[in-house]
């Protein structure tokens, strides 16, 4: 399932063909994704301005004229892509490649002024669209309780100490709860572990003081967080199984994995030192360097 950097990537790969555009036309082609689409879809959608085009956690939100907002999950397969408009107009033509995925999956396309398309394809339909109203979003179930963005100016040493103090739950579990940090999933946990030397299985209370202040574990977590991330935005995310670009592109920061997937292969980029691990926990499965990670 996509990440926050692949969500991202693909946030700003949409940006130039749909935000301060106006949607013409919406081709609904099915009912449903993972839940029903919202009733008079199309209806509701036609002749709306998307006034802003954000991210929250593993969303992509569109501010729509008239006060409501489109959220949109990419689920397991989804993915968009951009058609060029034929008035050719700069910007948005960058983005035009060949997706390779089957048409019968092209659910929903957005037509927009100047004759661009956006198209949501998704075989195994685990996506979803709401349309909530704006003065709604923030107590949304889906967003309510969501903790801080990771790449935003509340991910500090000091939040993370004072969630952390006192928590016997093992790090990776701790780091991969939203409701502590929205979007970071287990592929990016794994590596931001690595570059801060920190074991997955060490006890979550141990970056904080017994007071709630940070430790050094906590500074070097943070950076790591924050560092792993920008890596993997600037290299357009990383490409596993059905995960594309907006512009039909692959991610390439899989080929920088340190740990995640190396199983039984030496840790780091250039294969530093010890032995990547995979273990299993909270059901997913967690790659780290017993001899890096303490």
Not at 45 to 74: F, Q
Not at 136 to 148: A, I, Q, R, T
Not at 269 to 289: A, L
Request: glycine share 12%.
């Amino acid at each position: 399932m996509p990440e926050l950097p692949e969500v991202e990537t693909v946030r700003r790969g949409l940006l130039p063909a749909l935000e301060g555009k106006r949607i013409v036309r919406l081709d609904q082609n099915r009912k449903d994704l993972r839940f029903p689409l919202p009733e008079r879809f199309a209806e509701r959608l036609r002749g709306r301005k998307i006034e802003k085009l954000e991210r929250r956690a593993k969303y992509l939100l569109a501010h729509l004229s008239g006060g409501d907002v489109l959220l949109m999950h990419l689920g397991m397969t989804g993915r968009f892509t951009v058609g060029a408009p034929r008035s050719g107009r700069a910007g948005v033509g960058e983005y035009v490649h060949e997706a390779g995925s089957d048409a019968k999956h092209d659910h929903v396309v957005f037509h927009m002024e100047h004759g661009g398309t956006i198209t949501y394809n998704d075989a195994r339909r685990f996506g979803f669209m709401l349309l909530i109203p704006e003065a709604e979003l923030n107590e949304h179930p889906l967003m309510h309780g969501l903790g801080v963005e990771p790449l935003g100016r509340d991910l500090t040493a000091e939040y993370l100490a004072r969630r952390a103090a006192g928590k016997k739950v093992d790090l990776k579990t701790f780091l991969s709860d939203q409701r502590i940090i929205a979007g970071l999933g287990n592929i990016y946990v794994c590596e931001a572990l690595f570059r801060a030397g920190l074991s997955p299985l060490r006890k979550a209370a141990t970056i904080a003081t017994k007071t709630g202040r940070p430790t050094e574990r906590a500074e070097k977590l943070v950076t790591a967080i924050k560092a792993v991330l920008n890596d993997a935005v600037a290299a357009g995310g990383s490409s596993l199984r059905d995960y594309r670009r907006a512009d039909g592109a692959l991610g390439e920061f899989q080929h920088t994995f340190a740990v995640y997937g190396r199983e039984g292969e030496p840790c780091g980029p250039q294969g530093r030192c010890g032995t990547v691990k995979r273990i299993v926990q909270s059901g997913r499965s967690t790659f780290y360097c017993p001899k890096c990670q303490r």
